[in-house]
Every structure is written in C-alpha cells, then in structure tokens.
C-alpha cells in the first residue's frame, strides 16, 4: 500500500443491507481507497467472509477472540490502523452498542478503541428507527461526534413495509467517506463541480382543463430530484425546476415549482447561465386551449365537453438550438419510451438536438415510473452504454461521475 493510500476500515453489520456493501467495497477500491473489513456474526448470515474477503482483496476479521489475529493485528491496531472506520449497515442493535460503550465482539471492541473518525450508515426497520431507544442512540452518537449518512426513505426488504430505514446508496455512502478523509487533492476531487451550474427539470406537469381539473401523467419526479440532489453533493449550484410532486425539496438546492409546461420554460430561462442542463421532467406534450375559468358542470342536458389540444413548447429541444455561448456546453435529454427504446432514443438524439440521452423503458411491467429503481441507456455520440438495473439515486451518480469526466475534457475545470 502506497503511503498515499487512503485505509478504510469497514464494519459490516448484521442487516439485509449487508449486500450492499459487496458494492461498496468495489466501489471505494476504484476510487483508490485500500478496504479492510470487519464483520460481525450476524453479518455473516448476509454475505459470506469469502465473498467480502474476494471483493476487498484482504483477510476478513470476525472474532476478537482469535488469538492468531490478537498476535498479527489485535483489534487495537485495527481499530487505530485506518483513515476512517464506516459501519455499514449500522443496525439499531449496533448503535445501542456504540452508544452503551460495548467491547463483546471485534466490530464493537474496534469502535470502543478506535482514535479515528466514525461514519455510520444505519439501516433498519422504519418502526425501530423511529423507536425512543434508538432515537436516544442516535443523538447519543451524534453528541459523541459520530458522522452519519442516511437512513433514506423508501421501500423496505419487507414487503409492504415502507418509511425511513434504508441504507444509503453505496455511491451515496462513497462521497461521505471522500468528503470525510479525501487526501487534499481528493478534497478537491470530492467537490468536482464546483464552480458549475447544474439545471435540472424534474416531475410531470399539469395542464389545467378547468380550476380543478388537468391533464398529467405518471412521472413521480424521483430520478429528477435524485440527479439535482446528487449534483448538489459534487458541489454544483443546482437549479432544480419540477412539476407536482410529493417529494421533499432537496438539499442546497434551488428548486422552482412550477405547473405547467409553460411555466417550466420560463422557469429554465431565468437559469439560462446553467453549464450544464439535464431535462428529466415529463413535460405535456399538449396543453388544452381552452380551458375554462370555472369549473365545467354536467347538466345531464349538454353532451360531454371536447378539449382542444394545442402542442406545448418543447423545452429540451429549445434549450438544445440555443446558440453557442447561450447554449449550456451539456445538454441532456431523458427518452422514456414503451418499445424499440434505444432506436427511438437515438433518433431522438438528433431531432431534439442534446447531446446525450438517457433512455428507459417504462412500460408498466418494469415498474421504473414511480418506483425506486431504474434500468437506462446512456445513449451519446460515442455510442450506447447500457447500465445495469440501479436505484434511481444511483443512476444519478453514475451520470454525474459522466459529467465530471466530460467537464473535465472540455473545460479543463472540472
Ligand atoms: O418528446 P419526448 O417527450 O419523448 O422527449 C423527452 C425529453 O424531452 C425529456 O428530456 C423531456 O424532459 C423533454 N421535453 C421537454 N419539453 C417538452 C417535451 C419533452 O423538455 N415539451
């Protein structure tokens, strides 16, 4: 290991979010930091020592009282030979154990005797998040100096369960840990986009038919919000411009609301200095001329009333002829399409006049509208990158590290 190389000690708890520090390990490996993992018994039910030990390219330690281990590398030099120790998932048994002060295994002895900073990502059921033991843990810890990424809200393992419990995602988990012990020049890195202005248009819009009625559409505004959320933590100044939904604003970001499609152009042309402008909202393609001031009656006299259907400006397109100079140097569309979705995303390439597309397919058996998850095409004048199947948060990252690498070749900023 290079003196340079940054050392994570990764403390994997007993939880079913254990998985996804297979992805973790990989992920903080490419971004050049040396993983050292501990895992506790109950981890082992979820991922097995050999899996983690393949993926990190070092021993495994799960027992405090293995003399070998104490005589090598005793839970004292673990706890101390590290950047940074990340415990992931944290599980509320884990967190009452840190709190209390517990050393009755090697993943709780470490953290009783560790002088380095903590970063812990819990992960548990909605219910025991929200339980008073564990509300009183985490403040404990926080008052202890104990840095936290997520829980984030969504879908539980358990079906029908839903609320704030999931672990955050890896790449998620990845940028706290670089923001946390980033060599100075991946400090810097950890910030890549600073100096950028990110615009990002996001959820349906409504077209009103009357004051109470409109014509909208399925787009729940996640993957949007997930990009604008994501940009913020590279260090852009995001502008997120969204239509209706139910989603909280996000962090550092500067979020417009609008109805719509109308509005959302006049909205993204006020961030008309943005570098960078990616369209995931799912505009109308038709807004209904005369819609009525007051709400349309049935008498039971007149027969059904007819909408007249006018095209609405199309905003990607628009923004996308912008003149050089006007026009951001990355615009990027989003292409949800029901069949032959990457022929008709490239097509779409080139009559909407962005440079990359992001395709899916969102035909209702992949539930990507609404849901979590998403399955995409980066599609570019280079090619077709097909991703596999992420959470929506994920594919966020995966595009933003994409537009850190094309900022970077073509402004030298980034
Ligand atoms: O033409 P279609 O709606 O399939 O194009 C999708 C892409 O164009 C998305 O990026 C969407 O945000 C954008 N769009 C837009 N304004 C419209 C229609 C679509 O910005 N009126």
Redesign the pocket.
């Known amino acids: 290991m290079s003196p340079e190389t940054k050392r994570i000690l990764l403390i994997i708890g007993g939880g079913i979010a254990a998985y996804k520090c297979l992805e973790l390990i990989r992920r903080a490996r490419e971004a050049g930091f040396s993983v050292r993992v501990v895992m506790t018994k109950a981890a082992a039910q979820f991922v097995t020592p050999l899996s983690v030990g393949a993926l990190s390219n070092e021993r495994v330690f799960t027992n405090l009282f293995d003399l070998d281990d104490e005589r090598e590398i005793g839970h004292i030099r673990l706890a101390r030979d590290t950047n940074l120790v990340v415990v992931a998932p944290a599980t509320a048994d884990l967190m009452s154990k840190m709190a209390g002060g517990h050393a009755d295994d090697l993943a709780s002895a470490v953290l009783l005797a560790t002088d380095k900073p903590v970063l812990a990502a819990p992960a548990m059921n909605p219910r025991m998040w929200m339980h008073p033991a564990t509300r009183r843990n985490h403040a404990l810890l926080q008052a202890d100096g104990i840095h936290f990424v997520g829980p984030e809200s969504g879908e539980m393992a358990e079906s029908g369960e839903a609320g704030i419990g999931r672990m955050a995602e890896p790449m998620t988990i990845l940028t706290a840990i670089q923001s946390l012990v980033g060599s100075t020049q991946r400090r810097r890195e950890s910030l890549p986009l600073k100096g950028h202005h990110i615009l990002v248009?996001s959820g349906p819009t409504h077209e009103p038919i009357d004051p109470v009625r409109y014509i909208a559409n399925r787009s729940s505004g996640k993957q949007g919000n997930a990009i604008a959320a994501a940009a913020a933590k590279l260090g852009a100044r995001v502008t997120l411009v969204t239509g209706p939904t139910s989603l909280a604003d996000p962090s550092n970001v500067t979020t417009v609301h609008v109805e719509t499609?109308e509005q959302m152009l006049t909205a993204v042309r006020r961030a008309r200095d943005a570098d960078v402008a990616i369209?995931?909202?799912?505009?109308?393609?038709w807004r209904v001329v005369n819609a009525s001031g007051q709400k349309i009656k049935k008498d039971g006299k007149q027969d059904a009333p007819s909408l007249d259907l006018v095209e609405?400006?199309?905003?990607?397109?628009t923004v996308a002829h912008e003149k050089p100079g006007a026009r951001p140097l990355l615009v990027i569309?989003?292409?949800?399409e029901t069949q032959n979705v990457i022929e008709h995303a490239k097509k779409?390439r080139k009559t909407?006049g962005c440079d990359w597309i992001v395709a899916n397919d969102v035909s209702p058996r992949t539930g990507i509208m609404g849901g979590d998850r998403n399955k995409v095409h980066l599609i570019t004048a280079d090619g077709v990158d097909t991703w596999p199947e992420m959470d929506k948060s994920e594919v966020a990252h995966r595009l933003l590290e994409r537009i850190v690498d094309h900022l970077a070749a073509n402004t030298g900023k980034a």
């Open positions: 248009t499609a369209f995931a909202a799912a505009v109308a393609d609405n400006p199309d905003i990607l397109k569309g989003f292409a949800a779409k909407k």
